[in-house]
């Protein structure tokens, strides 16, 4: 029998993921917590038990947590070379099958899972946890949790979206459900727009084999943008038990039209085709923006737009809620300049919130100007704000759902991104035109595909131009006064 509480099975744990994200996070939350965890290293990889081992020490900095990991070779279409997984795993109280591997895997593991007796279906004690992408498109994610389904009960299966494990991301709800000062404005009637914004200053360095048959939409709106937007719009839930988050989640979901083309662009960085593994004449986008409608009585007209790309000016994922402004100010026969009133979530970096308001200039005329009050969530706490995959494993060991989507929230999200996947990877909207357009015109010239040298970020004011989307509900061409998305073409 193991002397270990818990057996961690990492399919794929000589890999990236496992190297930079699972196995630091690990190292930390034993070290903090103290938890009896024991590393089973599975892979295709010709490795020993000492080679394993040295590299789990190196990854975690977790001397001890190295000292008992262990390395099983094996076959992923094998069923039968699992079976040294199975003998380990013999008697631990709690064992973990995490998936860190691509998703081309995941059926063969599943089902080698399932023949070998390793789990049982509805035993809280045998959990399972994926890495995104949760399937290429809807029909495979239906396959996906159906396989799923068949060996596991919901409540054994772990679906990872880290950012829904960032402190500030879950801080959305305390922010919204806690604070009476501001769930009456969240509504259509003073909220003019909402605006979402992932980027990211690198490419995709070597993450071509992945990258270019997935993309931004793909990559980061099905999951990480959507999530969020369920989070900022979903109605109160009755408590906030992961069922009844998981609950409003859907609703919120369910409300959102299916995004549309027309109200789409995309672009690709400069170098792209130049990135070793990516295909000569490839068409995939690295930047996508796109309008997204709500349908139900309270975000009904209200425009929210969604953004995300690579090799971008700078990173910064936010959330931007625009009230509606007041009535113009005259003084003295002067029209008082007006202020927009900004709620900025900043997710990363410099986790915090922003209430953007306008103020008077100090001194003897009023005069209004840009001022702010801001939540620095960093100072609620002396200790570092953890990783979030530490929040990630640190859920997933106390059998906790609150950071992870179900089954029918990933098919939901499919339902909204398909129809504009499809109709990009069609030949009639190809990127080669979107090149071109660009090359002419100037990303600029594109509606909402500006990122402004002072955008709706906790940085400065809100100085964008007309045409940006957080200060018109119509996507209009930009007439130029905006800088270019970084190296967007």
């Known amino acids: 029998m193991a002397s270990a509480a818990v057996d961690l099975v990492i399919f794929g744990a000589s890999g990236d993921l496992a190297r930079r994200k699972i196995l630091p996070a690990l190292g930390a939350l034993v070290t903090r917590e103290g938890t009896k965890l024991r590393v089973i290293g599975a892979g295709r990889s010709h490795s020993t038990n000492e080679q394993f081992r040295e590299l789990v020490k190196e990854a975690s900095g977790n001397s001890p947590l190295a000292a008992t990991a262990e390395w099983v070779t094996l076959d992923y279409a094998d069923p039968e070379s699992f079976a040294p997984i199975n003998a380990l795993i013999t008697g631990t109280p709690v064992v973990i099958f995490y998936l860190a591997t691509p998703p081309e895997t995941f059926s063969p593991i599943l089902v080698a899972i399932a023949n070998s007796a390793m789990a049982t279906k509805g035993d809280p004690s045998r959990r399972v946890v994926l890495e995104k992408p949760l399937g290429h498109d809807l029909p495979s994610a239906q396959k996906l949790n159906a396989q799923l389904a068949t060996a596991f009960d919901e409540m054994q299966v772990y679906r990872i979206d880290h950012y829904l494990a960032k402190d500030t991301v879950q801080n959305v709800l305390a922010f919204r459900f806690s604070n009476s000062l501001f769930e009456p404005v969240w509504n259509r009637n003073l909220v003019e727009t909402i605006q979402i914004t992932v980027a990211e200053e690198e490419g995709i360095r070597h993450r071509a084999g992945y990258y270019d048959q997935t993309g931004a939409v793909r990559d980061i709106f099905q ?88 090799a971008l000016r700078r990173r910064v994922t936010e959330v931007v809620i625009k009230l509606r402004d007041a009535p113009l100010l005259r003084i003295g026969g002067r029209r008082q300049r007006g202020i927009p009133t900004l709620i900025v979530i900043r997710v990363q970096p410099d986790e915090g919130i922003t209430l953007r308001m306008g103020a ?130």
């Open 360 to 489: 008077k200039r100090p001194g003897p005329r009023f005069e209004l100007v840009p001022a702010g009050m801001r939540l620095d969530y960093a100072r609620l706490t002396k200790a570092p704000l953890p990783d979030a995959y530490e929040n990630v494993l640190s859920e997933v060991l106390a059998g906790g759902h609150s950071a992870f989507p179900g089954a029918e929230e990933i098919e939901l999200q499919w339902e909204i991104v398909d129809p504009l996947i499809k109709a990009w990877e069609s030949e009639g909207s190809s990127a080669e035109t979107n090149r071109e357009q660009h090359k002419k015109k100037g990303q600029h010239e594109l509606p909402f595909s500006i990122m402004c040298e002072r955008t709706t970020s906790s940085s400065g004011p809100c100085l964008c131009p007309s045409c940006c989307p957080c200060r018109s509900s119509r996507a209009r061409p930009c007439s130029g006064k905006a800088r270019s998305a970084g190296r967007q073409r």
């Open 223 to 310: 999951n990480h943008v959507l999530q969020l937007l369920a989070l900022v719009t979903m109605e109160p839930p009755t408590t906030f038990d992961p069922d009844y988050v998981r609950r409003a989640k859907r609703a919120a979901l369910r409300a959102m039209s299916p995004l549309d083309v027309t109200s789409a662009v995309r672009g690709q960085y400069e170098g792209y085709l130049d990135e070793p593994g990516v295909a000569p004449e490839s068409r995939r986008e690295t930047y996508a923006a796109a309008r997204v409608s709500i349908e139900n009585w309270r975000w009904d007209g209200v425009p929210i737009f969604v953004r995300t790309g690579k």
